[in-house]
């Protein structure tokens, strides 16, 4: 991935992909305390390439920075500023876009207390999270062994980096027993969230998802929450068990990355018709309008990278 041409943004200047590196003793190599984001932008027919709910995404990695009392160098503005600037220079019509807050090789250890928060953003093309039929017919979910973030032992409100380390354990799991993508419970037992996406069920037409406690605060959720009312569908914030799921007509995730993906099934139960529902393929497909501008209500999720 560092081998290729293109720009990167690093402190508030372009420098070529190939030499944006950093020192083997960067403190946030060792110990993880970084923040970051995934952000897309799509080709929109009437505004040209934009980048789907910017300004929520900046918002968010700088409440998750406040979280990790690391002090960004740049204003939310900048930070915009640069996710459209390295869209454009490396002349993408669709990206996925990774800001990230890191802390620099100026000390070393827990107590280091002259360290700098450096920030980065990068963008390439990134089409399909999964592959591309996943989001047609759905995919096998295995719940995780390992237990998602409890809310007193790391931040759950803030995607940092660290965080990703009980992602990458419980996908490797799910993927170790041939299927392509985890659910990882609570402390208590109760459904928290994907590797990197955010969980729904659909039963008796009733969407629930599980309350924003040990679940990162995402953004296709909301975007999910806000279609849904569009949709006049209702949904309920509650506690969902594992086996809740089992007996669910339809079940999806959300996220940046993963968009809107259907779960065909869970622990080798099919879910509903074992195909994505009806439910879900109406979020998905207005999904897909929202984040090309197509529906008229929702344009001012878009921000066009266009100077
Ligand atoms: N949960 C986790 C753990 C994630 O990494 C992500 C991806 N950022 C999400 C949920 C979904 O968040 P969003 O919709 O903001 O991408």
Request: hydrophobic share 40%; net charge negative; glycine share 8%.
């Amino acid at each position: 991935f560092a081998d290729r041409d293109g720009v990167i943004w690093l402190d508030g200047e372009l420098i070529p992909w190939r030499d944006a590196k950093v020192h083997v003793l960067t403190h946030t190599l060792h110990y993880g305390m970084g923040v970051f984001e995934g952000v897309r932008a799509y080709n929109s027919s009437t505004l040209g390439t934009s980048i789907f709910r910017l300004q929520e995404h900046t918002d968010r990695l700088f409440r998750s920075a406040h979280i990790m009392r690391m002090k960004l160098p740049f204003d939310k503005e900048t930070i915009n500023q640069a996710q459209k600037q390295v869209v454009r220079e490396n002349g993408l019509t669709e990206a996925y876009l990774r800001p990230m807050a890191f802390y620099g090789s100026e000390g070393m250890g827990l107590r280091a207390d002259n360290l700098k928060a450096h920030v980065m953003v990068a963008a390439w093309n990134w089409p399909s999270y999964m592959s591309p039929e996943a989001r047609d017919i759905g995919i096998k979910v295995r719940t995780s062994s390992y237990t998602r973030h409890h809310v007193n032992i790391s931040m759950c409100k803030a995607k940092a980096n660290g965080h990703y380390i009980n992602s990458l354990l419980a996908l490797q799991e799910a993927l170790d027993c041939g299927c392509e993508e985890a659910l990882l419970l609570d402390n208590e037992g109760y459904v928290a969230e994907g590797s990197g996406e955010n969980f729904f069920l659909v039963r008796d037409g009733i969407i629930y998802t599980p309350e924003l406690t040990s679940c990162l605060d995402g953004i296709t959720r909301n975007t999910i929450f806000q279609l849904a009312a569009d949709c006049g569908y209702t949904i309920k914030e509650k506690r969902l068990t594992r086996d809740e799921v089992y007996v669910a007509d339809e079940a999806f995730f959300t996220g940046t990355a993963a968009e809107v993906l259907p779960i065909r099934e869970l622990d080798g139960r099919k879910i509903g018709e074992g195909r994505r529902g009806p439910i879900t393929t109406r979020l998905q497909d207005l999904y897909f309008k929202a984040v090309r501008g197509e529906l008229a209500d929702h344009t001012n999720w878009l921000a066009p990278v266009a100077k």
